[in-house]
């Protein structure tokens, strides 16, 4: 078995210790991960293993795959369907369909983040299917901004 | 404060040595290391969850309008004398940043003691944009 260096002051006197810290991604819940920590007893250095990034990366691709899961349930339960999402953002047809339901495939990271970004604010799909005119983007942001405010207004008069 | 703990005007590394350790990326072995907590607060703070990502973030220049706070000694070492630690402030994006390091001679390998946000530290991004479009209330001018 290799010998655990200290990373500062080069003993062997370096111990394991675990411990869990919670990762997250927006739109999926939070999760637990176990990870290790070298501690020097000769020093008091203390250093994060090499080890970690593997543990963490295997998570957060799970939890990306559930972010993603759950953005489009959202969207579609808005009323978007995949094939109007796909034609308004120029995607080859089933590309949505194939990051949802292909557990095989991981979405790039790019495509997360459009899809985050659409989950968050969806009358971007009406901005590309206006082709992303900049008069019409700006009307459609007006609409909406409105109709959030008379919603807030609604909701709590006090605020508004 | 005793005399060795006075911080020191000027930076004791180039930034340029640091930054160039970080481009052998976490996945390769590294002369570059993550003190207990960095990589909590990289995540937390910045969204960058793994030591891969952390060491990628800065290569790729990440840590923008570097500003140089101060060199002291790291005060938890073995080494005689200690190894000096220099600390930055950075932008990135809508967050200023904080980051200090030093190097140790005796296993030649660079050592992130911290990596977080630091908001408090000065200016905010509001602040430089409103003083760049010279819109800063005049009760915050020479606020830095």
């Known amino acids: 078995m290799e010998k655990v260096i200290c990373s500062y002051c080069g003993k062997d006197t370096v111990s394991i210790k675990d411990h869990e810290i919670e990762i997250s991604e927006p739109y999926a819940e939070s999760s637990t991960v176990k990870i290790q920590e070298r501690v020097c007893s000769h020093c008091g250095f203390s250093e994060d293993d090499g080890s970690n990034d593997l543990v963490i990366q295997k998570e957060l691709a799970a939890l990306k795959r559930v972010s993603m899961v759950n953005v489009l349930d959202e969207l579609n339960a808005m009323g978007h369907t995949t094939a109007s999402m796909e034609r308004a953002l120029g995607l080859p047809a089933r590309t949505i369909a194939r990051w949802k339901n292909e557990r095989s495939m991981s979405p790039s990271a790019a495509a997360l983040a459009l899809m985050r970004m659409i989950r968050t604010f969806p009358w971007l799909l009406a901005v590309a299917d206006m082709h992303f005119e900049g008069e019409a983007a700006r009307n459609i942001l007006l609409q909406h901004a409105a109709k959030e405010l008379v919603d807030i207004h609604l909701e709590r008069p006090d605020v508004l | ?144």
């Open chain 2, 1 to 144: 404060m005793g005399d060795a703990e006075v911080p020191k005007p000027q930076p004791e590394y180039d930034i340029k040595d640091f930054l160039r350790a970080c481009k052998g990326n976490g996945r390769q072995p590294s002369n570059v290391v993550l003190m207990g907590g960095v990589l909590e607060t990289a995540a937390s703070h910045f969204s960058l969850k793994t030591k891969e990502a952390t060491l990628a973030f800065i290569n790729a220049g990440g840590l923008e309008d570097l500003e140089f706070v101060n060199s002291i000694e790291y005060r938890r070492s073995f080494e005689v004398p200690p190894p000096i630690c220099d600390a930055y402030h950075f932008k990135s994006g809508f967050s200023v940043g904080y980051i200090s390091f030093f190097f140790s001679e005796s296993n030649r390998k660079w050592i992130i003691k911290s990596f977080h946000r630091d908001d408090a530290c000065g200016p905010t991004i509001m602040e430089f944009a409103l003083r760049k479009a010279g819109l800063l209330p005049a009760c915050l001018e020479g606020s830095e």
